[in-house]
């Protein structure tokens, strides 16, 4: 059977890569050999395509519990096509799930729970979401089975970042945004992080570079369960952090520049002509915009770049839907020297 060799480093946005185009084999575990991890794909000409060294090996299936089913698959025993339909993602945050359910599925509240349980027994709690609200960006959830709490340890991209969803904002699905800027940050860099909740961003740039982070949030529980999470990964970090309590308004005026600024900017919040005054060579801007208006977006931050009397180069990234037509963006800013 095939399967794909890469380096270890690689291991995993690769495996993502081939999740994505429905290429990876989840009934086979991958086998690491020298450095490098074999990936299990299934047979099919695309393979070839992707640039990876294909081989032929014998990798060891998973027991029948452990292969991979999505949602969707397990409930199609208990609902109806139209139903399911209006399923939604969802997320796993450590031993919680935590899912959107529309009124049209609110009769099928108990499938849910026994569909999420079956494809991931490890759960303890599941919750339902509501909306993000307030300055903090916290959502609103409710618990529908299992333990009454909402705090877990979340493992990503090699580090370990407590949370407690009641009291804190938390995205597990910027893992690969992460992953991202933390292979563009060079070792001996200086960052600072405005906006940086319980340091899922500080955590994994430190896990794998030689940097200085100073981070800076305002919610008194996210600054705590922040402090907790460096204490948490103090074996895995190769990099320091600076965590700040306070107002990013108040306290980034007060703070030399930066080689390097990444702002998680919350939705409704505009930090850019602050955030770019702070950065000495790249400044990672995150906002909210209309497809129809990135152009501008993109010309509003040259001109900002202008008044600070800085040439510089910007790349617009989309990150992920955020609703229809409307995306959140990563403004990659490049500033030129002189
Ligand atoms: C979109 S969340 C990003 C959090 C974190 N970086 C992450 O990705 O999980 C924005 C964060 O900014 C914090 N925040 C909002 N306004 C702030 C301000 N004026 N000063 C400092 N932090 C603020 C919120 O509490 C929240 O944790």
């Not at 086979?28 to 490098?36: A, C, I, L």
């Not at 409930?75 to 009124?103: T, W």
């Not at 977006?297 to 009397?309: N, S, T």
Request: aromatic share 8%; with cysteine; net charge positive.
């Amino acid at each position: 059977m095939p399967a794909v060799k890469v380096p270890r480093r690689e291991a995993e946005p690769v495996k993502r890569k081939l999740k994505k185009l429905g290429l990876y084999d989840g009934r086979r575990r991958p086998r690491r050999e020298n450095g490098y991890v074999l990936l299990p794909v299934i047979s099919d000409p695309r393979i070839e395509g992707l640039g990876y060294e294909v081989l032929r090996v014998e990798l060891p299936l998973r027991p029948e519990r452990q292969i991979y089913k999505n949602l969707e698959s397990v409930l199609a025993e208990r609902m109806s096509r139209e139903e399911l339909k209006h399923l939604r993602r969802y997320d796993v945050i450590g031993d919680i799930a935590v899912i959107q359910i529309p009124e049209e599925l609110e009769h099928r509240v108990e499938d849910i729970v026994w569909g999420l349980r079956k494809v991931h027994p490890f759960l303890k709690v599941i919750a339902r979401k509501g909306f993000h609200e307030g300055a903090f960006r916290i959502r609103d959830y409710s618990i529908i089975w299992g333990e009454e709490r909402l705090e877990t340890v979340h493992k990503e991209n090699g580090v370990r970042i407590k949370v407690d969803l009641s009291k804190v904002f938390f995205n597990p699905r910027m893992k690969g945004e992460r992953y991202r800027l933390a292979h563009l940050v060079r070792d001996g860099e200086r960052i600072l992080i405005p906006f940086a909740g319980v340091l899922p961003y500080a955590l994994v740039i430190a896990g794998y570079r030689k940097v200085k982070i100073t981070a800076v949030e305002l919610n008194r529980e996210a600054y705590e369960l922040g402090l907790e999470n460096i204490e948490l990964n103090r074996e895995r970090l190769r990099g320091e952090i600076e965590f700040i309590h306070g107002d990013v308004f108040e306290v980034l005026p007060e703070l030399p520049s930066y080689d390097r600024v990444i702002s998680p900017t919350p939705r409704g919040v505009d930090a850019l002509a602050l955030t770019l005054s702070k950065a000495e060579k790249w400044l990672h801007y995150y906002d909210f915009v209309h497809e129809g208006e990135i152009k501008r977006f993109r010309a509003r931050i040259l001109d900002e770049c202008l008044k600070l009397g800085r040439d510089c180069s910007v790349r617009v990234k989309k990150v992920s839907d955020f609703k229809p037509h409307v995306f959140k963006v990563c403004a990659d800013i490049e500033l030129k020297e002189g």
